[in-house]
């Protein structure tokens, strides 16, 4: 029996580029509207061009998915009612969503509309593969961090359809749990506004190079072996890039999906994508030479000879033409300034033209040819009469006022997370409610959980699960978990919903701030998933908080924030495995269960507004100690400067007051 073909999926930032997937081959294209999406830079659509833009893909044989992939704030539930009403009214194909409110609102009230789990909910194992066909997601887009192997096991007779993605830039941070953009300027990964920190150049030591600036992503050498595990989606990145990318992408894809003795030409046409050079990731087997040593997309073309009051005179071996669109880079102040090729003259290899714009070129500036218009697709869509867009008012209302819940019990609760058995030397008991063990997982399996503290204290005890579960290692897990509840520890906090798969029915759960819970609707969900307790973000901010119904989560007064947690090794000098930006702020490099994780170089604290939120109605609070050194007497100073209301300094408060936007 023939393999069928897997479905090319292309992305779509305006017309012009939903011309060019469609004329380029796709079969399926994503795009996002002006609201609710994870670029929202990009130029998107508006909601009333919709129905053009089905009518055009319907006439082609293209699906159109729409991108609904960011978290949502509490005060946005009603204009997202409306929202998921318009996308119901206007038959999309499906919509790709990260935000537990999102599923909530959109399985209970709009049924018919398809949900497809976004690489944002961080499913990397078989697991969330089947909790989310449990939930009646359709498709999982599987992390970009994956091996052959993990994803052969994946695929194997998986629970829904998977969607992988094959070509374009990549993220240092898993999909979905970076939090840098959103730490040093409130601007959220989760909410499409990423300031690309992983791009940036950072010191270490005295040397400033990057060090979690990636290459990107091309699969085309793996591509008939995705097809052969049956990958139902191969997608490729990039909504903010120019139709031509888009055009030229999808016919080099298209022409190695349709005829696979084509690979060679169709790699040919990828090396004019211009965009970064390329990595097979994980699927590859040379990880570490994923790291690229300059963040600039195109084709390096040469360096300027002389700047000659406007002229530019610059040698390169690539033949460029009029209306090539160029950047060109000072490497001493790492700033670039783009440009189109006007009346250039060249004589063997010596192109000369006329700049005046503000931003000076210099000589021994570096050359990149970015962009070549090989076709014109037009921009223009059709007029097609839109639906009434907004929900009921009324509708809305009942809503949201459903999504309000209360427990009884409103005492005052102290959650600590430590991360080492040497905190339990140093650990009082009597001052916490409840100590979350967040081990890793040999610590876990070598510590003796019979011992007289653990068992005395075991009503207090709950087991964090880790960000990350590898494939190879569910089954490690689910050994470990037994041999816990043997020893009567039954409490648990997850990371991923998925996990709860690894528990059995006795077990108490809890989800931890892994689980996003922004919204009314995402706490309901974890109501009705029987989570005994739940965590609001660590970027959350006040605003948001004092919005919410439910006010019966965890909020996280003291915390070292991850903000990256990656499986991609970095290579960092200094020999405490710190570095600094260019604004002389420090971050530490810590290494754990085969991950790579990233924290500023002091906590995040709240301890001096415990009251206010009291007076709010939040009664559950946490002091994580993860990334913490262990002594003596750090777990009483800190329960003293809890207790009196203390800011602990030097720390931050994060988005507290100036607002994630």
């Known amino acids: 029996m023939a393999q069928e073909k897997p479905e090319l999926l292309l992305p779509a930032g305006n017309a012009e580029s939903l011309r060019a997937a469609i004329r380029g081959g796709a079969d399926a294209v994503y795009l996002g509207l002006k609201q609710f999406n994870a670029r929202i830079r990009a130029n998107n659509f508006l909601d009333k061009q919709l129905p053009a833009i089905l009518k055009e893909a319907k006439n082609h044989q293209v ?27 206007v038959k999309v194909d499906a919509i790709i969503i990260q935000d537990w409110g999102v599923y909530y609102l959109a399985k209970k009230y709009f049924p018919k509309l398809q949900i497809h789990a976004s690489t944002q909910m961080s499913n990397h194992n078989s697991l969330g593969v089947a909790y989310s066909a449990k939930l009646g997601i359709s498709r999982v887009v599987l992390a970009r961090e994956l091996t052959l192997s993990e994803l052969e096991k994946i695929s194997y007779e998986p629970a829904c359809e998977l969607e992988l993605f094959i070509h374009g830039a990549l993220c ?82 298209r022409m190695s999906i349709d005829h696979p003795e084509s690979i060679d030409e169709a790699e040919q046409m990828l090396a004019l994508d211009f965009g970064r050079s390329k990595t097979n990731y994980f699927l590859g ?107 009921p008012l009324h509708e809305k209302k009942t809503i949201i006022q459903k999504l309000a819940f209360s427990k009884k019990n409103r005492n005052v609760n102290l959650f600590v997370r430590i991360d080492s058995p040497e905190w339990l030397a140093t650990a009082k008991m009597d001052e916490v409610d409840h100590l979350i063990l967040a081990f890793t997982k040999n610590e876990f399996e070598t510590f003796d959980f019979k011992q007289d503290f653990i068992q005395k204290n075991r009503h207090k005890i709950h087991v964090e699960l880790p960000k990350f579960i590898a494939e190879g290692q569910i089954s490690q897990w689910e050994k470990l978990i037994r041999k816990l509840e043997e ?14 798969l690894l528990l059995t029915p006795n077990s108490l759960i809890s989800s931890n701030e892994q689980v996003y819970v922004f919204n009314d609707a995402a706490a309901q969900l974890l109501q009705h998933q029987n989570m005994q307790n739940f965590c609001y973000p660590i970027e959350n901010d006040f605003e948001n908080l004092k919005s919410m119904q439910n006010k019966d989560g965890i909020v996280l007064l003291h915390s070292i924030p991850e903000l990256f947690y990656s499986r991609m090794p970095v290579k960092i000098n200094s020999d405490i495995d710190q ?17 790579t994780i990233v924290t500023p170089d002091r906590p995040m604290n709240l301890f001096h507004y415990k009251e206010q ?26 329960i003293i400067k809890y207790k009196q209301n203390n800011q602990v300094q030097p720390s931050t408060i994060f988005n507290f007051k100036k607002g994630l936007l």
């Open 63 to 89: 699906k159109i998915y729409i991108t609904l992939n960011t978290i949502i704030k509490n005060t946005e539930i009603e204009k997202l009612l409306d929202f998921l009403c318009y996308l119901d009214k």
């Open 579 to 595: 570095f600094k930006d260019d604004y002389n702020k420090s971050y530490k490099r810590h290494t754990q269960d085969g991950m």
């Open 487 to 500: 020893n009567g520890i039954v409490r648990f906090f997850i990371s991923h919903l998925s996990q709860k």
């Open 285 to 391: 087997k040379e990880v570490k030479d994923a790291i690229a040593e300059n963040s600039n997309t195109g084709i390096s073309v040469g360096n300027i000879i002389r700047v000659n009051n406007d002229e530019v005179v610059f040698s390169s071996n690539t033949e460029l033409k009029n209306g090539d669109r160029l950047r060109v880079r000072n490497s001493q102040k790492d700033s670039t300034v783009s440009l189109k090729l006007e009346d250039v003259w060249e004589e063997n290899g010596r192109y000369s033209f006329i700049h005046t714009g503000q931003d000076k070129l210099f000589a021994g500036d570096e050359v990149f040819w970015i962009s070549r218009k090989t076709e014109s697709f037009p921009s223009r869509l059709l007029n097609v009469p839109a639906p009434r867009a907004n929900m």
């Open 172 to 253: 240092y941070s898993f999909s979905g749990l970076c939090q840098f953009s959103s730490y040093i300027g409130g601007r959220g990964a989760n909410r499409g506004l990423c300031s690309q920190p992983c791009r940036m150049l950072y010191k270490d030591g005295q040397q400033a190079k990057y060090i979690f600036n990636l290459k990107d992503n091309q699969q085309l050498d793996n591509l008939q072996r995705l097809t052969d595990m049956g990958i139902h989606s191969l997608k490729v990145e990039g909504r903010m890039k120019s139709a031509d990318y888009v055009y030229q992408v999808a016919r080099a894809y």
């Open 613 to 638: 939120l009291i007076k709010l109605g939040f009664s559950s609070f946490m002091i994580d100690l993860k990334h913490t050194v262990p002594t003596k007497n750090a777990f009483k100073q800190i």
